[in-house]
Structures are given as structure tokens and as C-alpha cells.
């Protein structure tokens, strides 16, 4: 007897009735096919070859297509671990005490790693270290392999020395290892700790030793990629992204179109045009691009008139795309908020109860939006200097993508009309600079509101498409042995001393450190 | 799609992405029987589906047309020079064709499908490129897999004009001695030696790849495309959801429940995929009710996708027909005259589904068995894909209501099995009325709609 079906409130998604609850089978939203079991991804590589930055940057995307996915940075226990960073000699391979103490890093972080995926609801888990010997690898691999988790290695290799110096100079000068250094002295340090690493090197090995392992080597920053046993669809939408981005230096220019005559009567969606003063907009928004003087600036319109009036004003080509239409407000598109709270207020209550969910009758819903524009964020990654003439929620969740924000964040983001937001790529995240291009438009911004009664939890969050911030990196030390009291004993020789080209550094000794320093 | 015509306006103002600005030449590298042409033909089925106008070009045709009689291996001798002599002028020939494609007849991408073993010959191809202004990207497949290599030669090799006249021992031995020919002389493509070119090396049929210098979006496509095929065997069945009340009325889209006889079709496919004994079948739904109702019968775990929507018909949505012809008789004949690029007021058109539903094929691509239980539009553009059908047969493909479409990859095609499961149900195919013209009267636009309640 096949089990009748209700359609839930808010997402507007047919399940089968049971109570309250979705029950089994789980129905997936939009996105089927998502990581299970877990996977954990694990960095490969010398330092500054922008580990990190992958790391970091998979994450925001991952968490934006609604998947859970934490980095672990086992740079970042080992600070825990170590308060004082003293220099390169830390990393020598014949350091002992250090060589335990990392190793000690990396496997608690693995422990967090475990507990994000296990306990946590975690899906995706990025161990980001360099992991550069076959010993280090085959401990995760068992680790995989004990728990259930699929792994993905993603190496890094590059001998470029501009790239490198550029890398150094970018992040690892201004990292809190180096906080007390000036910049010359950290980028010599940096130098000689990335040969520390060199001697033991062993890349990955498609032809031999690594011949089974699922994993892609990224060659000199995306000229060559070698990619070998892709096991699942996560991992070739992992691949494919990738492939896709780049560090060119370049901008993207987000705003919507010029204020439009539904704006003026406080209309949701329909097809209307500019008024004036969203034409004036146009002009200056013309005059703002010709001052930014770019070499290629490529221009990206929705398909409705108001935002391809605007780019018109520019007098330079466009690509229209329907992936960049305004949110589909169903039964809702032209009315005002009004008119909706009069004729459907169960919708309109519902909508502030879950405003990324909630889709509208016969519409769409912010987690909708999400996945037909994924496309476009995959195209802008390729593309450098871009400004995307859009709609209030679509460049909010644009936004979300490059901001990392999360689904209940979205919906509420300050996207106003005639501003335009400039996004600049710098070190690990994104530069914002918002620039009102001094045309009055009205305010077509409603915040959350204050009483909002969340109904039970009847959404289906598993597997959908729910943008996550990424997750602060664990900073609690969670080394056994670390948070021992008894503070072993640390030798005359091994007392940190400052060369004398070296600001003094504090030496703490509440913390047992074995810091060997430059002589 | 290939065929589908483009008004001069619609082209300036593209919708899609603008892939390329010069055209694409693909060459595919390989000793015989590596899956050249195989992938050649299904990327450019791939390309055309997502309207990328693309042609492929095998070198092996030219021969055929030129030597009408094939002997036997020692054709491909290294030694022999008359042999040598028809085979350069046939790639030469096939490049003439190809120039013609890209420049005058609006063609993106050829797929230049030849072996191209050798280094000289890559480089007259490149020299072609650079003077004609097309962008060259190489697809080199790589394999030593004596299965794999045996498999293919059995599948495509012994069914080839070539050896009509032999019996399979025959063929298999000439085959393999043919290869011998080329191996000699085989350059592959090399990290080093090529690493200003543009290119992708499939090794061992998708296990490894080394992607080199892809230089924009079609390129970035074409690999990600690459890496999600396989040739495991398996079965895609396509079928719509049971017959709907809607349907019994004759009115299109909304999002109806389903007609008593609806829910008999869904337990007949219940028993149905029972008896296939399949395993492990993925069920994908749509988010509409009467596919979901449809699959609830079959009892398995399912998943929902909104891109399997039918297509959303904006103003017309619910409405009949001869509705439509009354309130818009303008828009009603319009979409008779290109349905594929129609869009409906504040809906969607053909061409729109087809952008939605990529991420749908390329999932079913990575995938083994499926069902997809889904809608009379949508049916059709995913059989477009697999049946390679142009945008003007897309619209008009026929999908009935309570028949399952069995589809099986064979050689370089798919075998197709309709399975009709003896469950009345309304007809809801209108094929295109013979006059489309705007002023034609009511009766000649209602003349194909089909009965219903």
C-alpha cells in the first residue's frame, strides 16, 4: 500500500505523511548523491605551495552546495601546542622532540577529525598538512580504513620560485609564527623550514607505491593536473572545481540592476523596467566602470529587462543568463508585501520562520537559488574581471559563496540598490569594498524580524543544499600529553636563544617547548 | 541542438555562456581500438545536446570511401608507401571538411577522430589550427588492457565495413596485426616534449588522467565530461509518472496527484523493476507529486531532484488546449512553429530544459542503473541525449504515459526497449499541426490535440 503523501510547509517538498516527521526514506533535496560514507581529504606538499589556500577555499564551496565540510590545520595545533615559534629549526627532521610533538599535532587532529564526521554530522573532512612522507600517509590511510572514511589526497607541486616567493610573501610573513620578525628574516626563515620538508619528500607515486589511492596532483598552480582513481561524485566535483579556479589577480564587481518601477511600488519580481532614476543609475554605473579602467571586463545580465537595461547604459557586450533571474516568487510574483500578507499570511509567517528554505507556492526558495547558480560560480572562478548585474537574492547568494556565509545568514544579507560591491581574491579570503554610486533608490531590504516563532523542526536538512559557514578551525590543544602538568624538563641546550638577528622572543617556560633556534 | 536554426538577433544576444570564440578542434590520439571513435561520437552527442554545434570527422571513413576494398592489414604497413600516400590525403581531406565545418557552416567544435600517433602528424594538424584560427585540444586514450582492447575489437572492430567478408578469427588476427603497424611508430603525447599543448590522456579507460593546459570553459567541459563516463554495462530506464488527473483532463503541468488507473501503472512498475531483477537501482523522482506517488509504489528508496520538474508552462500552467488557443492564440501558434525554443510567458522553453537537466545527465553518466521517473517534456530532452535526436525531433519525441523506455549502451550507440505495461492510460502527444501560421483558424490549431475528458 503505497504511504500517502503531504507536502511540507515550508519547502513545499512531497514526503510521506507520518505525524510530523519525514520518515524514511530519507529524501535528499536537490542534491542526491552526496558524500556517504565520509570522506577526508588530506593536502600533499611542501610548504607554500598553497595548501591552505585549497584547503580553505574547497571548504567554502563545499559548505556552500550543502555539504559539511571542516578544515583541520594541523599548523594551527601545533601553534596551540608550541606558543612561541622560535624558527626553522623545529622542523628539522632530526629535531626529536619535535618531530614527536608533530606528530602528536596531526593525530589529534585526526581524533577531531573523526569526531567532526562521526558525531558532528560532518560529511567532508580537509586534513590540511603537508603530509610529504609515505609514513605520515599510510597512518591516515589506516585511520580511513579503521573508521570507514573514503580519502582523497590532493597534492600540490610547484617549483616555480615567483609563485613561491609570492605565496611566503602573501600569508606565511604575516602568520603569528612570524609576528615578531621582521619580513626579510621570516621569509629567509620560511626558506630554510620548506627544506626541512624537501629531504624527505616523497610525492605521490601514480605509477608505483600510490597507484591505488584516489587522489589529483595539482602541477605548477593548475597548468597540469594528474588525477587517478576518482571513486565518487564528490570527488569529481572536487576535481572539476579545481580545475576551474585560479590566482589570477582580478575583481568581481556584484551589484543589482538600476532601481525599477516594481521597486517604486514595493513589487516582488515580474519583468518591469528601470524607473528614472534607476536609469541614472545606469549612467553612473557606466561612468564607475570606465573609471576602474579594466584591461577585460566581461558583463553578466539575468534575462529580465531590468537588469539588461542597465548593462545597455554600459555600451559594451553582455551575456545574458537565466541562471541570474530574480528568485521566482510563485503565486507571490508582482504583489507587494502587503498584498501577500493579506491574501496568503500563512506563507508570508512561514517565510520569516525559515527564510532560506521556504519556497514559494509554484516558486522558488533561497536553497533553490543556491543550486541554479552554482554553475555561475564555477564560471566566474574561471573568468577574471567580471561585474554581474543582478537581483537582490540572487547576489545575496552569490555573496554568501564568496563571503562564506551560511544558509540563515543568506537571506538577510545587505545587498541595497545603485551600490556596487567590489570583491578582490587577497591571501585567504575575499576584500569587500562597497561603492554607493550616489543615485537615491528606495530600500528594498526587510530584516529578520524580531518574534519569530520557529515552529518543530520538520525541515530536511540532510544531504540539501545548505550553505555552512566553514566551521572555525579547532583551536582547543587537544594533545595528550601536552596538558600533562608535569612539565617535562626542558636541557640548557635546548633553551631557546635568539640569534642576534632575531627580535628576542618571549621564552615561556610554563610550557615545556623544545625549540632548538639558529646559532 | 544540432539542426536548430538562430534567428540573427538571439545570436548576438546568446544566452548561453559564449563557449568559444574561435572554434574548437579536438584530436583524438590512440593506437586502433582504444575508444577513439567511441568517445568521439559521445562527446559530440554530448556537445550537440547542450547546443554546441559539433561534427566529428573520422579519418577511417575517408579511407573507406577511397580504397573501396579493404584487403587486409598490410594496408597499414609503415613500408607501404602507396598506402601511406591515400592515408595522408584522407586526413587532409577530412581537414578540408573540417575547415569548411568551423568557417562557413557555423560549426564550434570538430572532433578530428584518427590515431594521430605521431609527432609529424600532430603537427600538421597544429599548423591547420594556427592557420585557419581554431583552438586545438587534444584527447589522447591510453590502454594496455588485453581485455579491454579484445573487448573492443569484438564490438566494433568485427562489425566494421571492413571486415564484412571475414569470419571473426579472420578479423581478430588482421586486427591485432594492424595495430602491430602503428605501434612502431607511436609518439604519445609527453609531459615534456608537449607541454605547450592543450590536451587530456585517458589511461586504462578512466582509471588515471593527465590533463594539460586547458585553456578555457568548452575545454573545462569536454575534460569534466571525460571523467565521468564510463563503459561499465548497465541499464538507464525511462518512464513518466502514472496517468494523472490532470492529465485525464487534459490540461498541462500543475501538480496533480494520480488517476485511479495512474496508481495501477505505479504498482505494474513495481512488479516490473521486481522482475528485472536489477541491481542496485537508483529511483530518481521530481519534486512533483505524481512522480513521487509513482515511485512511492515501486517500494525502493528514491531520490527527488526539482530539475526533473516538468517543464513549467508559466501563464499557460493547468490550462487545456483549446484553453490556450482562446485566451492565447498568438502564443499557441508560436510555439508550433519552433517549439523547441518557445518559452512560455513567465515559463520555460525546451531549450531552458535542456540547461537544467545537464547536471541530471551527467549524474546519470557517473551512474549504473537507474529509473528515472519523471515527465512528457523533460522524457524527451533526456532521450534527445541518448538517442542523439536533433532540436526539432526533441519536442516531438514520442513518450506515452505507462511505458518504460529500457535503454542499454551498445557499441558506439544505445539500444533502445519500450515496454509498454498494459495500463490504459489518456494520450497526451500533440504532434504539430500542419498550418503553424498565426492567422490560422482555430480548428487547424486544435486539429492534432489529443482526446480527453
Not at chain 1, 9 to 28: A, E, F, L, T, Y
Not at chain 1, 99 to 124: F, S
Not at chain 2, 64 to 82: L, M, Q, T
Not at chain 2, 249 to 275: C, E, M, N, P, V
Request: hydrophobic share 35%; net charge neutral.
Amino acid at each position: 500500500m503505497p504511504r500517502e503523501l503531504t507536502q511540507n510547509r515550508i519547502q513545499k517538498i512531497w514526503i510521506p505523511s507520518k505525524d510530523d516527521k519525514p520518515s524514511m526514506p530519507r529524501i535528499p533535496h536537490g542534491g542526491p548523491h552526496l558524500a556517504n560514507p565520509p570522506t577526508v581529504i588530506v593536502m600533499v606538499g611542501l610548504p607554500a605551495r598553497g595548501k591552505t589556500y585549497i584547503s580553505r577555499k574547497l571548504t567554502r564551496y563545499l559548505n556552500w552546495i550543502g555539504i559539511p565540510t571542516k578544515v583541520f590545520n594541523v599548523g594551527e595545533y601545533r601553534r596551540e601546542a608550541v606558543k612561541h615559534f622560535s624558527s626553522y629549526d623545529f622542523f628539522k627532521s632530526d629535531n626529536e622532540d619535535a618531530v614527536k610533538i608533530r606528530q602528536q599535532c596531526a593525530l589529534a587532529a585526526l581524533r577531531d577529525v573523526k569526531i567532526y564526521l562521526t558525531e558532528e554530522e560532518g560529511q567532508v573532512a580537509v586534513f590540511d598538512a603537508t603530509n610529504t612522507t609515505r609514513e605520515r600517509r599510510d597512518i591516515i590511510l589506516e585511520f580511513g580504513a579503521e573508521n570507514g572514511f573514503k580519502i582523497f589526497f590532493i597534492e600540490s607541486v610547484c617549483e616555480d620560485p615567483n609563485v613561491i616567493a609570492c605565496n611566503i610573501l602573501e600569508v606565511k610573513v604575516s602568520c603569528p609564527d612570524y609576528q615578531d620578525c621582521n619580513k626579510t628574516d621570516a621569509v629567509e626563515d620560511f626558506k630554510k623550514r620548506i627544506e626541512c620538508y624537501r629531504v624527505n619528500y616523497q610525492p605521490l607515486d601514480p605509477d608505483q607505491y600510490d597507484r591505488n589511492l584516489s587522489f589529483i596532483k595539482v602541477i605548477d598552480v593548475g597548468r597540469r593536473f594528474l588525477v587517478n582513481r576518482i571513486q565518487d561524485h564528490i570527488q569529481s566535483r572536487i576535481v572539476y572545481y579545481l580545475m576551474n579556479i585560479h590566482v589570477q589577480p582580478r575583481s568581481i564587481y556584484l551589484c543589482r540592476h538600476g532601481e525599477s518601477q516594481h521597486n517604486l511600488q514595493g513589487r516582488l519580481g515580474g519583468d518591469s523596467g528601470l524607473s528614472t532614476r534607476g536609469r541614472k543609475f545606469a549612467g553612473a554605473l557606466a561612468d564607475f566602470v570606465e573609471e576602474q579602467n579594466l584591461q577585460d571586463l566581461k558583463v553578466w545580465t539575468s534575462q529580465l529587462r531590468r537588469s539588461i537595461q542597465t548593462a545597455e547604459a554600459l555600451n559594451v557586450p553582455y551575456e545574458q543568463w537565466k541562471g541570474l533571474n530574480e528568485i521566482d516568487a510563485g503565486v507571490c510574483e508582482e504583489m507587494t508585501y502587503e498584498e501577500v500578507r493579506e491574501r496568503f499570511p500563512e506563507e508570508f509567517a512561514l517565510r520569516d520562520q525559515d527564510k532560506y528554505y521556504y519556497r514559494y507556492p509554484s516558486g522558488e526558495s533561497y536553497q533553490d537559488l543556491v543550486q541554479r547558480v552554482e554553475p555561475l560560480i564555477m564560471e566566474l572562478e574561471r573568468q577574471e574581471n567580471v561585474l554581474v548585474i543582478c537581483h537582490q537574492a540572487v547576489m545575496r547568494c552569490l555573496l554568501a559563496y564568496f563571503l562564506d556565509k551560511s544558509a540563515d545568514e543568506m537571506p538577510y544579507l545587505k545587498c541595497p540598490l545603485h551600490t556596487v560591491l567590489k570583491l578582490t581574491p587577497v591571501a585567504y579570503g575575499c576584500k569587500v569594498e562597497s561603492i554607493f554610486l550616489n543615485v537615491e533608490a528606495v530600500n528594498t531590504h526587510r530584516d529578520r524580524p524580531e518574534e519569530v516563532k520557529r515552529g518543530p523542526s520538520t525541515l530536511i536538512r540532510r544531504n540539501s543544499v545548505t550553505p555552512l559557514t566553514s566551521p572555525e578551525p579547532n583551536k582547543k590543544p587537544r594533545i595528550e600529553g601536552l596538558d600533562d602538568p608535569t612539565i617535562r624538563e626542558v636541557t640548557p641546550a635546548q633553551l631557546t636563544l635568539c640569534s642576534t638577528t632575531h627580535t628576542t622572543l618571549a621564552l615561556s617556560t610554563q610550557h615545556w617547548l623544545s625549540e632548538a633556534c639558529l646559532t | 541542438m544540432r539542426g536548430a536554426s538562430r534567428s540573427k538577433n538571439t545570436q548576438i544576444l546568446d544566452k548561453r555562456v559564449c563557449m568559444t570564440n574561435c572554434p574548437t578542434l579536438i584530436v583524438t590520439v590512440g593506437l586502433p581500438a582504444r575508444g577513439k571513435t567511441y568517445i568521439s561520437k559521445k562527446l559530440t552527442r554530448y556537445l550537440n545536446w547542450i547546443d554546441v554545434p559539433t561534427k566529428e570527422f573520422n579519418v577511417g571513413q575517408y579511407r573507406r570511401e577511397c580504397v573501396k576494398i579493404y584487403k587486409s592489414f598490410e594496408f597499414f604497413r609503415p613500408d607501404n608507401e602507396e598506402g601511406l600516400k591515400i592515408r595522408k590525403q584522407c586526413a587532409l581531406a577530412a581537414l578540408n571538411d573540417v575547415r569548411q565545418f568551423l568557417t562557413d557552416e557555423g560549426g564550434q567544435v570538430a572532433v578530428f577522430d584518427a590515431t594521430n600517433t605521431t609527432r609529424e602528424r600532430r603537427e600538421t594538424i597544429i599548423r591547420f589550427a594556427e592557420q585557419n584560427g581554431f583552438k586545438v585540444f587534444f584527447v589522447e586514450s591510453v590502454c594496455e588492457d588485453p581485455d579491454v582492447i579484445a573487448e573492443n575489437i569484438v564490438q566494433v572492430k568485427l562489425g566494421s565495413p571492413d571486415y564484412t567478408h571475414c569470419n571473426t578469427e579472420e578479423a581478430v588476427a588482421d586486427f591485432m596485426k594492424r595495430i602491430k603497424c602503428y605501434e612502431n611508430s607511436y609518439q604519445p603525447l609527453d609531459e615534456e616534449l608537449d607541454r605547450d599543448l592543450s590536451f587530456i590522456k585517458i589511461i586504462d579507460v578512466g582509471r588515471r588522467y593527465l590533463v594539460n593546459r586547458v585553456q578555457d570553459h568548452i575545454q573545462s567541459r569536454i575534460v569534466y565530461y571525460l571523467m565521468n563516463i564510463h563503459i561499465t554495462p548497465r541499464s538507464i530506464y525511462l518512464c513518466r509518472h502514472g496517468e494523472s488527473d490532470l492529465n485525464v483532463k487534459g490540461r498541462i503541468g500543475g501538480d496533480s496527484g494520480l488517476s485511479a488507473r495512474g496508481k495501477q501503472f505505479a504498482d505494474a512498475l513495481g512488479q516490473f523493476i521486481q522482475s528485472q531483477n536489477i541491481s542496485d537501482l537508483k529511483v530518481w523522482t521530481s519534486q512533483m507529486k505524481r512522480t513521487i506517488q509513482t515511485a512511492e509504489a515501486v517500494g525502493v528508496t528514491y531520490e527527488q531532484w526539482k530539475a526533473l520538474n516538468e517543464i513549467d508552462a508559466g501563464v499557460c500552467e493547468e490550462l487545456m488546449y483549446e484553453e490556450i488557443q482562446l485566451k492565447f492564440p498568438l502564443e499557441f501558434a508560436l510555439r508550433d512553429q519552433d517549439k523547441y525554443r518557445y518559452r512560455y510567458p513567465k515559463g520555460e522553453s525546451y531549450e531552458d530544459l535542456v540547461q537544467r537537466l545537464e547536471p541530471v545527465i551527467m549524474e546519470l553518466e557517473r551512474q549504473e542503473n537507474v529509473l528515472v521517473i519523471c515527465h512528457q517534456a523533460v522524457m524527451r530532452c533526456l532521450l534527445a541525449y541518448f538517442l542523439d535526436k536533433t532540436a526539432e525531433e526533441l519536442p516531438y519525441l514520442k513518450c506515452p504515459l505507462h511505458t518504460v523506455l529500457k535503454l542499454t549502451p551498445v557499441a558506439y550507440g544505445c539500444k533502445v526497449e519500450s515496454v509498454c505495461l498494459k495500463v490504459e492510460a489518456v494520450n497526451t502527444h500533440r504532434d504539430r499541426p500542419t498550418n503553424v501560421d498565426v492567422s490560422r483558424q482555430a480548428e487547424e490549431a486544435l486539429l492534432t490535440v489529443p482526446d480527453h475528458q
